[in-house]
């Protein structure tokens, strides 16, 4: 597997948010997004069996990058960690679907759509362990107030994310992202991690 990084820290956005975890982040992405905060240029070679070495704590975020893009050292991997009883995330930008019984095996899915990507809510809004996240920001790959206006009302209100985007402390449209969800009646995160210069 491709893997950019693994680090213990804190969830710091999501429905996760303040929880410890083991990160594993993998590199590779089949979308090219402007502000990624994944090096895609140099990374480890593991097999899913050497990343159980590296794993502390009960909880394991699989992020990016994009995860689904090694869907059979991801799938290989999250048996691994099922069998040994940890409780499992992933972060997936939606373009890519894991296999059912692999999302069964997964305590939370986040799903955070690019705008223009080509992503299936229906099918994704059919499990309960999948949560949306929508970042809000001036990107060409973040989301408008125009745009998830249209959209959040086909999802469950109830495990929608509005985040902010941003890379300081500031968080520039982090008002407007609160404002916006108590408007839409959905959930507001924030960046814990980017405010308190961590990672």
């Known amino acids: 597997m491709h893997i950019a990084e693994i680090f213990y820290s804190i969830q710091g956005e999501g429905p996760a948010m303040g929880r410890p975890a083991t990160f594993v982040r993998m590199a590779g992405c089949n979308l090219q997004c402007e502000g990624c905060d994944t090096v895609h240029v140099a990374w480890r070679d593991l097999l899913p069996e050497d990343i159980l070495k590296e794993i502390a704590g009960e909880r394991v975020v699989i992020t990016g990058g994009e995860p689904t893009m090694q869907m059979k050292e991801l799938s290989r991997l999250i048996d691994l960690l099922y069998d040994w009883g940890k409780e499992i995330h992933i972060e997936t930008n939606g373009t890519n679907a894991p296999k ?100």
């Open 100 to 199: 059912d019984e692999d999302i069964k095996k997964l305590r939370c899915i986040v799903v955070s759509p690019k705008r223009g990507s080509d992503v299936d809510f229906a099918f994704w809004s059919s499990y309960r362990n999948v949560h949306f996240k929508f970042v809000l920001g001036l990107r060409p790959w973040c989301w408008t107030a125009v745009h998830l206006k249209e959209i959040l009302p086909r999802l469950p209100k109830s495990r929608v994310w509005i985040m902010p985007f941003g890379a300081d402390a500031e968080l520039k449209c982090a008002g407007e992202a609160w404002d916006l969800a108590l408007l839409l009646d959905v959930n507001y995160s924030d960046r814990l991690h980017i405010r308190l210069g961590r990672r």
